[in-house]
């Protein structure tokens, strides 16, 4: 779920020519994540020829003796980890690359001044601290609790959380999207797990109290708008094209195994349900998420300087230096640990923009204006029809990526 929300970023921000990305396999072992070959990951890791990623954070530091963790940023230059904290790498990914991208494509030219916008980031800030503790973090310490009483020190705040965050979504001005008409990093942060709610968490993970779609209308009308819209506002689909429900029930049905039997080699029977696994759009909702238009900003600048994150022990996070590099990682969230830490993962990364979702200037009537105004003429696609049989829409779906080209991501959890 953490690298996640590194490959979202990623996506939204066009560094695909920029940030390389570099898919381990599903599954966790004692040495970290594993490059196998199969699941969509390379047999080795392209740079040093190395099959685990303990190699990699043996060669950034041989004396580590921490978790080997995902997502990590590495530079291939200095051959070592930049960072290894999801928030943190996330926030590198704003603006520093954004001289190898387009102008309209950069942070400071971004409608609403981009994804960590200065007068949001106070609002932004403090929703990340509950939101994380209580149901980010929440959904592993429920589904990996060991006994009744950590469970259910857990499961009760993870639903605490989400009350509040449809209770968030009721004032108009914190729609579509969790802080109006522009997508922030807030939302990059709740996606994933709202996203692997309703088709993992609730009934592997034991979060059984209410699912999102029948007991929370604000939050699924977010969560769909998210996933269906493939705009330039979501530069063209980035939220959908990461999203591969059918590998999370399976990959968290390893990640348990294993926490329960210490091995994933067992039998594992992988649940069919929810179907579908995400609901479309109304016609209505649809029309709605066109025409809506973003809050004009008149006379904000951004202030290029990141918030700086907390100091910390990691020699790996931001406190301990930078750099650049690539991600490595696979879509697989770690059980949390005896203190309710988590490792969560998705994939590897190192990449440049596409044009794709570009303003072209001489089409000031389409998409956002120099005002920060949104016009309808930009439409979302209409993708929210499938077949009723989820294994009919898989095939077809990788069908369409192999097709393209695309990368074989869905493979990677």
């Not at 190395?50 to 995902?70: C, I, M, S, W």
């Not at 060991?146 to 209770?167: H, I, W």
Request: glycine share 8%; aromatic share 10%; proline share 6%.
């Amino acid at each position: 779920m953490a690298a996640h929300r590194t490959i979202l970023t990623r996506a939204l921000k066009s560094l695909e020519p920029v940030i390389q990305l570099i898919l381990t396999d599903v599954e966790l072992t004692d040495n970290g994540w594993l490059f196998t070959g199969r699941n969509g990951s390379l047999r080795a890791e392209p740079l040093y020829g190395f099959t685990n990623h303990r190699q990699l954070y043996e060669k950034a530091d041989p004396n580590y003796t921490g978790r080997y963790t995902v997502p990590v940023l590495w530079d291939k230059k200095l051959h070592t980890i930049v960072n290894n904290e999801s928030s943190e790498i996330i926030r590198i990914l704003y603006d520093s690359f954004d001289d190898f991208l387009e102008p309209d494509q950069r942070e400071v030219n971004k409608p609403g001044k981009g994804l960590y916008p200065p007068h949001l980031r106070k609002e932004i800030d403090a929703m990340n601290d509950w939101v994380y503790s209580d149901l980010n973090n929440g959904v592993y310490k429920a589904g990996f609790a060991k006994t009744q009483d950590a469970y259910d020190a857990a499961v009760y705040p993870v639903f605490k959380a989400l009350d509040r965050l449809e209770a968030h979504l009721t004032d108009r001005t914190h729609q579509p999207y969790l802080f109006g008409g522009q997508i922030t990093e807030a939302d990059i942060r709740l996606y994933p797990t709202l996203a692997r709610f309703d088709v993992a968490y609730h009934n592997i993970f034991n979060c059984n109290l209410k699912t999102i779609r029948h007991d929370y209308p604000h939050l699924s009308k977010w969560l769909r708008n998210l996933y269906w819209d493939e705009s330039d506002r979501t530069n063209g689909g980035a939220f959908k094209k990461s999203t591969f429900f059918e590998i999370y029930k399976y990959g968290y049905l390893r990640a348990r195994a294993r926490a329960i039997f210490g091995t994933s080699d067992v039998p594992l029977i992988v649940p069919r349900g929810p179907v579908p696994d995400i609901l479309p759009l109304t016609d209505e909702e649809e029309a709605e998420l066109i025409s809506v238009t973003t809050r004009k900003l008149n006379g904000l600048t951004l202030d290029s300087s990141a918030v700086g994150s907390p100091t910390s022990n990691n020699p790996f996070s931001a406190a301990a230096g930078g750099g650049m590099g690539a991600l490595f990682g696979a879509d697989v969230d770690s059980p949390a640990d005896e203190n309710g830490s988590v490792t969560t993962g998705f994939g590897s990364t190192v990449g440049s923009p596409s044009s794709k979702g570009r303003i072209e200037e001489e089409d000031p009537e389409t998409g956002f204006d120099e005002n920060g105004e949104f016009h309808p003429k930009r439409m979302i696609k209409r993708r929210t029809t499938y077949s009723d049989a989820n294994a009919k829409w898989y095939k077809a779906a990788k069908k369409a990526e192999k097709k393209a080209g695309a990368p074989p991501i869905h493979l990677a959890l």
